[in-house]
Nanobody, 124 residues
Framework: VQLQASGGGLAQAGGSLRLSCAAS????????MGWFRQVPGKEREFVAAVEWSGSRTLYSDSVKGRFTISRDNAKNTVYLQMNTLKPEDTAVYYC??????????????????WGQGTQVTVSS
């Protein structure tokens, strides 16, 4: 299983970016896909997750109402649309996948597969 994250870059505060995570290597029916982020010196934190059908999503309080997670199963791709960006959103963003639905979606140790990370920088 490989997860390839892309779409990071530089944005101004109030702007938007869209991250993509392309998955390959197997079928992903039933998987939960998530996004986490990390800044230097801090632990990686949960951002958002979505289950296979896309009908259930979960967001951290810090991004709720500004970010939207979605998935296109035909393309095996998960997206993170980030709007109204803030300087505190600056981080390396990682996509992650897990093959089971149960359990707490915000716990990174429950995700077995990780992408390489993509840098998002928001200037004030």
């Amino acid at each position: 299983v490989q997860l390839q994250a892309s779409g990071g870059g530089l944005a101004q505060a109030g702007g938007s970016l869209r991250l993509s995570c392309a998955a390959s290597g197997r079928t992903f029916v039933g998987w939960v896909m998530g996004w986490f982020r990390q800044v230097p010196g801090k632990e990686r934190e949960f951002v958002a997750a979505v289950e296979w059908s896309g009908s259930r999503t979960l967001y951290s309080d810090s991004v709720k109402g500004r970010f939207t997670i979605s998935r296109d199963n035909a393309k095996n791709t998960v997206y993170l649309q980030m709007n109204t960006l803030k300087p505190e959103d600056t981080a390396v963003y990682y996509c992650a996948g897990r093959s089971f639905y149960s359990g707490n979606w915000i716990i990174e140790s429950l995700y077995a597969y990780w992408g390489q990370g993509t840098q998002v920088t928001v200037s004030s």
